[in-house]
C-alpha cells in the first residue's frame, strides 16, 4: 500500500519559497516551526530533493525531544526515515542531512545509484528505480518498506513532480506576510500539466491562523488520487 502523502510548504503571499540571497529566508514564525515539527513526528519518513538539500543545508529532525519520546513509545524509531531524490546521484557527504537523525534513503536512477553510492552508499540506502525516476514506483517502495505516512517539504521540483503526477493527499500551505518579489527566486510550484487542469478546485478542509501565519489545508479531490 502507498503511503499518504503529504505536501507541507510556507511561501511568501507571492508564491515564493526561498529569495535569492545566500542564506535561507525563514518564511515561518516560531510557532509554525513547532507545528511542522509536529507533523514530522507523525509521519514515517520526510523527503526532500538533492537541489533543496544543497542549497539548505538542513538537518531535518523532530526537534522535540518529548515529541521522538512518544515515536518510540509508539514503537516508531526516534526519527522518521529521512529521504532524498537525485537524478544525478551527486550528493555532498559533508552535508548535514547525513550526520544526524535516523536512517536515510536515496532515490535515484540506474547511472545515478553508481556515483550515490560513491558518496553516500556508507551513509544511506541507496535505490535505484531504473532510467528515470517514477514517483509512483517510489511509493510503492516506501509501502514495501513499511511508510505509511510521507511528508513531502520541498522543493518546488519535489512538490511539483508528486502532484502534477496526481499523488498528494493533503498540502499545508503556510502563508507568510511578506513579498519576495525577486526574479529567479524559486517557488512552490513549477509549470506542469496537474491533474484536472487550472479549473480543477481542490477541497479546503481547513484555515489556521498562527501567529502573523495562516495555514490552508487543502485535500485533493479523487481525480487528483487514484
Known amino acids: 500500500m502507498r503511503p499518504y502523502v503529504l505536501s507541507s510548504v510556507a511561501v511568501s503571499i507571492d508564491g515564493y519559497i526561498d529569495d535569492t540571497s545566500p542564506d535561507r529566508l525563514l518564511l515561518s514564525n516560531a510557532a509554525d516551526f513547532d507545528r511542522v515539527d509536529e507533523e514530522r513526528a507523525g509521519c514515517d519518513a520526510i523527503l526532500i530533493g538533492a537541489e533543496t538539500m544543497r542549497r539548505d543545508n538542513p538537518h531535518l529532525l523532530v526537534n522535540s525531544p518529548e515529541r521522538r519520546s512518544s515515536r518510540v513509545a509508539r514503537g516508531q524509531s526516534e526519527f522518521p526515515l529521512k529521504i532524498t531524490v537525485t537524478r544525478s546521484g551527486k550528493l555532498d557527504p559533508a552535508l548535514r542531512f547525513w550526520h544526524c537523525g535516523g536512517a536515510k534513503l536515496v532515490y535515484t536512477t ?80 513549477h509549470p506542469a500539466n496537474y491533474p484536472g487542469g487550472p479549473t480543477h478546485r481542490m477541497h479546503l478542509e481547513e484555515v489556521v491562523q498562527v501567529g502573523d501565519v495562516v495555514v490552508l489545508r487543502y485535500l485533493p479531490t479523487p481525480t487528483q488520487r487514484d
Open 110 to 189: 540506474d547511472a545515478g545509484a553508481v556515483v550515490a553510492r560513491e558518496s553516500v552508499g556508507s551513509l544511506a540506502t541507496v535505490h535505484a528505480l531504473g532510467s528515470a525516476i517514477d514517483f509512483g514506483s517510489l511509493l510503492d517502495d516506501l509501502g514495501a518498506r513499511g511508510v505509511r505516512r510521507l511528508m513531502v517539504e520541498g522543493g518546488g521540483q519535489m512538490h511539483t513532480e508528486f502532484l502534477s503526477a496526481g499523488l498528494v493527499d493533503e498540502i499545508q500551505l503556510a502563508i507568510a506576510p511578506l513579498v519576495v518579489g525577486n526574479e529567479g527566486a524559486p517557488r512552490f510550484l
